[in-house]
Protein backbone atom coordinates (compact mmCIF):
# COMPACT_ATOMS: atom_id res chain seq x y z
CA UNK A 1 0.00 0.00 0.00
CA UNK A 2 1.22 3.38 -0.95
CA UNK A 3 2.00 5.62 2.24
CA UNK A 4 0.52 8.82 2.90
CA UNK A 5 1.58 12.05 4.93
CA UNK A 6 -0.80 14.15 6.56
CA UNK A 7 -1.49 16.26 3.86
CA UNK A 8 -1.89 13.52 1.78
CA UNK A 9 -4.51 12.42 3.81
CA UNK A 10 -6.67 15.99 4.84
CA UNK A 11 -6.92 16.25 0.81
CA UNK A 12 -8.32 13.18 0.19
CA UNK A 13 -10.71 13.60 3.27
CA UNK A 14 -13.65 12.82 1.26
CA UNK A 15 -12.39 9.26 0.74
CA UNK A 16 -15.10 6.92 0.63
CA UNK A 17 -15.82 4.78 3.45
CA UNK A 18 -14.27 1.67 2.04
CA UNK A 19 -11.04 3.36 1.87
CA UNK A 20 -11.09 4.87 5.10
CA UNK A 21 -11.67 1.48 6.63
CA UNK A 22 -8.96 -0.15 4.75
CA UNK A 23 -6.66 2.82 5.94
CA UNK A 24 -8.29 2.27 9.54
CA UNK A 25 -6.55 -1.66 9.38
CA UNK A 26 -3.17 -0.69 8.06
CA UNK A 27 -0.68 -1.58 11.09
CA UNK A 28 -0.08 0.99 13.95
CA UNK A 29 3.86 1.42 12.81
CA UNK A 30 3.10 2.02 9.61
CA UNK A 31 0.85 4.49 10.35
CA UNK A 32 2.74 6.42 12.26
CA UNK A 33 5.35 6.15 10.10
CA UNK A 34 3.39 8.02 7.29
CA UNK A 35 1.72 10.93 9.06
CA UNK A 36 5.06 11.80 11.24
CA UNK A 37 7.37 11.27 8.70
CA UNK A 38 10.12 9.86 10.75
CA UNK A 39 12.29 7.01 9.71
CA UNK A 40 11.09 4.63 12.23
CA UNK A 41 13.66 2.25 12.18
CA UNK A 42 14.20 -0.33 15.34
CA UNK A 43 17.46 0.71 17.17
CA UNK A 44 19.93 -2.00 17.44
CA UNK A 45 22.78 -2.86 19.75
CA UNK A 46 25.98 -4.77 19.40
CA UNK A 47 26.72 -7.67 21.79
CA UNK A 48 30.68 -7.82 21.80
CA UNK A 49 30.57 -4.76 24.29
CA UNK A 50 28.74 -6.62 27.00
CA UNK A 51 29.65 -9.54 26.21
CA UNK A 52 31.18 -10.44 29.76
CA UNK A 53 27.15 -9.72 31.30
CA UNK A 54 25.94 -11.75 28.76
CA UNK A 55 27.58 -14.58 29.49
CA UNK A 56 26.55 -14.73 33.22
CA UNK A 57 22.77 -13.80 32.53
CA UNK A 58 21.77 -14.00 29.17
CA UNK A 59 18.00 -13.54 28.89
CA UNK A 60 18.56 -10.62 32.20
CA UNK A 61 21.00 -8.68 29.98
CA UNK A 62 18.69 -8.77 26.62
CA UNK A 63 15.76 -7.91 28.86
CA UNK A 64 17.86 -4.41 30.27
CA UNK A 65 18.67 -3.61 26.84
CA UNK A 66 15.25 -3.98 25.67
CA UNK A 67 14.28 -1.96 28.61
CA UNK A 68 16.69 1.37 27.03
CA UNK A 69 14.75 1.26 24.26
CA UNK A 70 16.41 -1.25 21.92
CA UNK A 71 14.31 -3.84 19.38
CA UNK A 72 17.35 -5.36 17.42
CA UNK A 73 20.30 -7.45 19.12
CA UNK A 74 23.63 -8.24 16.35
CA UNK A 75 25.22 -11.13 17.90
CA UNK A 76 28.86 -12.56 17.91
CA UNK A 77 29.22 -15.83 16.55
CA UNK A 78 29.27 -17.70 20.14
CA UNK A 79 32.14 -20.49 18.15
CA UNK A 80 33.77 -18.27 16.54
CA UNK A 81 33.95 -15.91 19.35
CA UNK A 82 34.61 -18.54 21.84
CA UNK A 83 37.89 -17.44 23.30
CA UNK A 84 37.07 -13.95 23.71
CA UNK A 85 34.20 -13.58 26.39
CA UNK A 86 31.16 -16.18 24.16
CA UNK A 87 32.70 -19.25 25.36
CA UNK A 88 29.68 -19.89 27.70
CA UNK A 89 27.36 -19.33 25.18
CA UNK A 90 28.90 -22.20 22.77
CA UNK A 91 26.83 -25.27 24.19
CA UNK A 92 23.71 -23.19 23.95
CA UNK A 93 21.00 -24.56 21.52
CA UNK A 94 20.14 -22.05 19.01
CA UNK A 95 16.84 -23.04 19.40
CA UNK A 96 16.88 -21.67 22.54
CA UNK A 97 19.43 -18.49 21.68
CA UNK A 98 16.66 -17.35 19.79
CA UNK A 99 13.58 -18.01 21.93
CA UNK A 100 15.15 -16.22 24.86
CA UNK A 101 16.29 -13.12 22.41
CA UNK A 102 12.16 -13.33 21.52
CA UNK A 103 11.19 -13.43 24.51
CA UNK A 104 13.04 -10.64 25.43
CA UNK A 105 11.30 -8.44 22.77
CA UNK A 106 13.98 -8.21 20.66
CA UNK A 107 14.85 -9.77 17.09
CA UNK A 108 18.22 -10.74 15.83
CA UNK A 109 18.87 -10.16 12.02
CA UNK A 110 22.39 -9.79 12.22
CA UNK A 111 25.49 -11.78 13.66
CA UNK A 112 28.98 -11.27 13.38
CA UNK A 113 31.43 -14.20 12.40
CA UNK A 114 35.20 -14.43 11.72
CA UNK A 115 36.41 -14.76 8.47
CA UNK A 116 37.51 -18.74 9.15
CA UNK A 117 33.94 -20.09 9.54
CA UNK A 118 32.92 -18.48 6.47
CA UNK A 119 35.61 -19.81 4.43
CA UNK A 120 36.17 -23.21 6.35
CA UNK A 121 33.36 -23.80 8.13
CA UNK A 122 30.27 -22.04 5.81
CA UNK A 123 27.36 -25.08 5.66
CA UNK A 124 27.60 -24.87 9.39
CA UNK A 125 27.77 -21.61 10.39
CA UNK A 126 25.02 -21.12 7.42
CA UNK A 127 23.25 -23.49 9.18
CA UNK A 128 23.27 -21.76 12.49
CA UNK A 129 21.89 -18.53 11.06
CA UNK A 130 19.32 -20.05 9.65
CA UNK A 131 18.22 -21.40 13.21
CA UNK A 132 18.88 -18.18 14.95
CA UNK A 133 16.39 -16.53 11.94
CA UNK A 134 19.06 -14.48 10.69
CA UNK A 135 19.00 -12.21 7.64
CA UNK A 136 22.91 -11.01 7.38
CA UNK A 137 25.89 -12.65 8.08
CA UNK A 138 28.69 -10.03 8.66
CA UNK A 139 32.41 -10.64 8.09
CA UNK A 140 34.04 -9.06 11.18
CA UNK A 141 37.10 -8.28 9.07
CA UNK A 142 39.78 -10.38 7.51
CA UNK A 143 42.38 -9.85 10.51
CA UNK A 144 45.25 -10.15 8.44
CA UNK A 145 48.68 -9.73 9.69
CA UNK A 146 50.42 -6.48 9.63
CA UNK A 147 52.77 -7.91 6.74
CA UNK A 148 49.80 -8.38 4.47
CA UNK A 149 49.97 -6.68 0.95
CA UNK A 150 47.07 -4.96 -0.78
CA UNK A 151 47.37 -8.87 -3.05
CA UNK A 152 46.29 -10.42 0.40
CA UNK A 153 43.13 -8.01 1.03
CA UNK A 154 42.45 -8.52 -2.71
CA UNK A 155 42.44 -12.50 -2.28
CA UNK A 156 40.71 -12.81 1.09
CA UNK A 157 38.08 -10.12 -0.53
CA UNK A 158 37.78 -12.49 -3.68
CA UNK A 159 36.79 -15.89 -1.21
CA UNK A 160 34.40 -13.56 0.68
CA UNK A 161 32.59 -12.99 -2.22
CA UNK A 162 33.05 -16.80 -3.02
CA UNK A 163 31.15 -17.19 0.35
CA UNK A 164 28.60 -14.50 -0.16
CA UNK A 165 27.40 -16.49 -2.96
CA UNK A 166 26.22 -19.81 -1.03
CA UNK A 167 24.93 -17.28 1.59
CA UNK A 168 22.87 -15.47 -1.18
CA UNK A 169 21.74 -18.92 -2.28
CA UNK A 170 20.60 -19.26 1.75
CA UNK A 171 18.33 -16.07 1.17
CA UNK A 172 20.87 -14.41 3.16
CA UNK A 173 23.16 -11.21 2.78
CA UNK A 174 26.59 -11.07 3.26
CA UNK A 175 28.04 -8.26 4.65
CA UNK A 176 31.99 -6.84 5.72
CA UNK A 177 32.43 -5.44 8.91
CA UNK A 178 35.13 -2.37 9.14
CA UNK A 179 37.85 -1.70 11.41
CA UNK A 180 40.88 1.12 12.11
CA UNK A 181 42.97 -1.27 9.84
CA UNK A 182 40.62 -0.75 6.75
CA UNK A 183 41.23 2.97 6.75
CA UNK A 184 45.55 2.47 6.29
CA UNK A 185 47.40 2.76 3.01
CA UNK A 186 48.48 -0.06 1.11
CA UNK A 187 50.97 1.29 -1.91
CA UNK A 188 49.46 4.78 -1.95
CA UNK A 189 45.74 3.01 -1.84
CA UNK A 190 43.57 3.22 0.99
CA UNK A 191 42.72 -0.36 1.60
CA UNK A 192 38.79 0.28 1.93
CA UNK A 193 38.86 1.54 -1.49
CA UNK A 194 40.51 -1.04 -2.52
CA UNK A 195 37.87 -3.46 -0.90
CA UNK A 196 34.90 -1.69 -2.30
CA UNK A 197 36.26 -1.95 -5.75
CA UNK A 198 36.90 -5.78 -5.24
CA UNK A 199 33.65 -6.99 -3.50
CA UNK A 200 30.92 -7.88 -5.31
CA UNK A 201 28.31 -5.13 -4.97
CA UNK A 202 25.25 -7.53 -4.92
CA UNK A 203 27.05 -10.78 -2.53
CA UNK A 204 28.93 -8.58 -0.06
CA UNK A 205 27.10 -5.50 1.24
CA UNK A 206 29.40 -3.08 3.83
CA UNK A 207 29.03 -2.20 7.55
CA UNK A 208 30.40 0.47 8.67
CA UNK A 209 31.71 1.58 11.87
CA UNK A 210 31.73 5.07 12.79
CA UNK A 211 34.71 4.76 15.11
CA UNK A 212 36.73 5.71 11.96
CA UNK A 213 35.64 9.27 12.59
CA UNK A 214 38.76 9.50 15.09
CA UNK A 215 41.44 9.12 11.87
CA UNK A 216 39.08 11.35 9.63
CA UNK A 217 36.40 9.17 8.08
CA UNK A 218 33.08 9.93 8.35
CA UNK A 219 30.25 7.33 7.05
CA UNK A 220 28.13 10.24 5.53
CA UNK A 221 30.74 10.80 2.95
CA UNK A 222 30.37 7.05 2.10
CA UNK A 223 27.19 6.44 1.99
CA UNK A 224 27.02 9.02 -0.47
CA UNK A 225 29.53 8.18 -2.45
CA UNK A 226 28.69 4.48 -2.33
CA UNK A 227 25.01 4.28 -2.71
CA UNK A 228 23.50 1.09 -1.97
CA UNK A 229 26.49 -0.61 -1.02
CA UNK A 230 26.05 -0.67 2.47
CA UNK A 231 23.22 -2.58 4.94
CA UNK A 232 23.96 -1.72 8.49
CA UNK A 233 26.36 0.12 10.55
CA UNK A 234 27.53 0.07 13.99
CA UNK A 235 27.51 3.29 15.58
CA UNK A 236 29.44 5.40 18.00
CA UNK A 237 30.09 8.80 19.07
CA UNK A 238 33.54 10.33 19.91
CA UNK A 239 34.81 13.71 21.16
CA UNK A 240 37.94 15.75 19.30
CA UNK A 241 40.23 14.38 21.39
CA UNK A 242 38.75 10.60 20.79
CA UNK A 243 37.08 10.25 23.86
CA UNK A 244 34.16 7.73 23.18
CA UNK A 245 30.52 9.83 24.36
CA UNK A 246 27.03 8.45 24.10
CA UNK A 247 25.77 9.38 20.70
CA UNK A 248 24.79 12.71 20.19
CA UNK A 249 27.44 14.10 22.28
CA UNK A 250 30.46 14.00 20.49
CA UNK A 251 31.87 15.01 16.79
CA UNK A 252 29.62 13.27 14.48
CA UNK A 253 26.44 15.19 13.09
CA UNK A 254 23.88 12.38 13.02
CA UNK A 255 21.07 13.99 11.30
CA UNK A 256 23.07 13.99 8.15
CA UNK A 257 24.71 10.77 9.22
CA UNK A 258 21.11 9.15 9.51
CA UNK A 259 20.22 11.19 6.02
CA UNK A 260 22.85 10.04 4.42
CA UNK A 261 22.59 6.54 5.40
CA UNK A 262 18.83 6.21 3.60
CA UNK A 263 21.30 6.70 0.04
CA UNK A 264 23.89 4.24 1.27
CA UNK A 265 21.25 1.83 1.48
CA UNK A 266 21.60 1.07 5.13
CA UNK A 267 18.82 -1.37 6.42
CA UNK A 268 20.08 -1.57 10.66
CA UNK A 269 21.98 0.49 12.86
CA UNK A 270 23.94 -0.99 15.58
CA UNK A 271 25.21 0.77 18.66
CA UNK A 272 28.80 -0.34 19.64
CA UNK A 273 29.97 1.11 22.87
CA UNK A 274 30.40 0.69 26.56
CA UNK A 275 27.56 -0.42 28.70
CA UNK A 276 27.06 2.96 30.41
CA UNK A 277 26.61 4.80 27.14
CA UNK A 278 23.75 2.53 25.58
CA UNK A 279 20.93 4.23 27.89
CA UNK A 280 21.45 7.88 26.64
CA UNK A 281 22.89 6.49 22.73
CA UNK A 282 19.12 5.27 22.62
CA UNK A 283 17.50 8.03 23.93
CA UNK A 284 19.39 10.20 21.67
CA UNK A 285 18.48 8.32 18.69
CA UNK A 286 14.72 7.93 19.05
CA UNK A 287 15.13 11.65 20.13
CA UNK A 288 16.18 12.63 16.11
Given at each position: MKKMNRRNFVAQSAMSLSAVFALSQLPLRSFSHTITGSTDLPIGFQTFPIRDMLAKDFAGTLKTMAGMGYRLVEMCSPQGYASIGFGPLVKMKTSDMRSIINDAGLSCPSCHFGFGELTDKLDD???????????????????????????????????????????????????????????????????????????????????????????????????????????????????????????????????????????????????????DRFKDSAAYIQGL
Open positions: RIEFAQQLGLTQMICSTFWLPKTAVLKDYYDAADKLNKAAEKIKQAGMQAGFHNHDMEFAKLDGQLIYEALMSRFDPDLVKMQFQTEVINLGYKASSYFTKYPGRFISSHLSDWTADKKQVPIGKGVIDWKEFFAAAKTGGVKNFFVDMDF
